[in-house]
Antibody
Framework: QPLLQESGPGLVKPSETLSLTCAVS??????????WVWIRQPPGRGLEWIGS???????YYNPSLKSRLTISIDTSKSQFSLRLTSVIAADTAVYFC?????????????WGQGALVTVSS | QSALTQPASVSGSPGQSITISCTGT?????????VCWYQQHPGKAPKAIIY???TKASGISNRFSASKSGNTASLTISGLQAEDEADYYC??????????FGGGTKVTVL
């Protein structure tokens, strides 16, 4: 059973860069059947899809975040990462990583426990 | 992209059935049979309960069922139980490669 674990700073200053990593264990990140996904949830609010990546590096990004967003993958370390630049208070959220059980269509059957990132000076 | 539209809250008594709607457009829910439903308890990660509009995820009770008509998908919980009290989110593929979530529905068991 896949296990996903987010890690990264819990506090980021406005205008700086938010960086998170999702470590994958119990499953191969090179699995051709899956995409790997980032989702976030502002406190007390709903889910927002951030973007996804394939083991070959193919990416898809939420259009509203695309100009600030980079998702990358390191198959040698079995992890994928999120980088969001020029953050503002509205980027404060719990960030989840997940595995897409199909090619881009969902469901997201396996999730990390989530990492709270607060944007504040 | 605006979130798919869900009612903010739905409630029911134990044993009753409730239905949660998820309304999108002809570019997302209406265009693809790739609607999923997730259940999220407080402080927990979401859990997939339905995918491909009507297919139950592994281990999900038969009390959960789903459907789609036009631009609106629906999740029905039959025989409502206390453990069903949670937030529920729909999602839809919007192509190409993009996914959109609903705003979420809080289910209260009275």
């Amino acid at each position: 059973q896949p296990l996903l674990q987010e890690s990264g700073p819990g506090l980021v200053k406005p205008s700086e860069t938010l960086s998170l990593t999702c470590a994958v264990s119990g499953a191969s990140i090179n699995n051709s059947n899956n995409y790997w996904v980032w989702i976030r949830q502002p406190p007390g609010r709903g889910l927002e899809w951030i973007g996804s990546i394939y083991y070959r590096g193919n990416t898809y990004y939420n259009p509203s975040l695309k100009s600030r967003l980079t998702i990358s993958i390191d198959t040698s370390k079995s992890q994928f990462s999120l980088r969001l630049t020029s953050v503002i208070a509205a980027d404060t959220a719990v960030y989840f990583c997940a595995r897409d059980e199909t090619h881009l269509h969902g469901p997201y059957a396996y999730w990390g426990q989530g990492a709270l990132v607060t944007v504040s000076s | 992209q605006s979130a798919l539209t869900q009612p903010a809250s739905v409630s029911g008594s134990p044993g009753q059935s409730i239905t949660i709607s998820c309304t999108g457009t002809s570019s997302d829910v209406g265009a693809y049979d790739y609607v999923c439903w997730y259940q999220q308890h407080p402080g927990k990660a979401p859990k997939a309960i339905i995918y491909a509009v009507t297919t139950k995820a592994s281990g999900i009770s038969n009390r959960f069922s789903a459907s789609k008509s036009g631009n609106t998908a629906s999740l029905t919980i039959s025989g409502l139980q206390a453990e069903d009290e949670a937030d529920y989110y729909c999602s839809s593929y919007t192509g190409p490669g993009l996914m959109l979530f609903g705003g979420g529905t809080k289910v209260t068991v009275l």
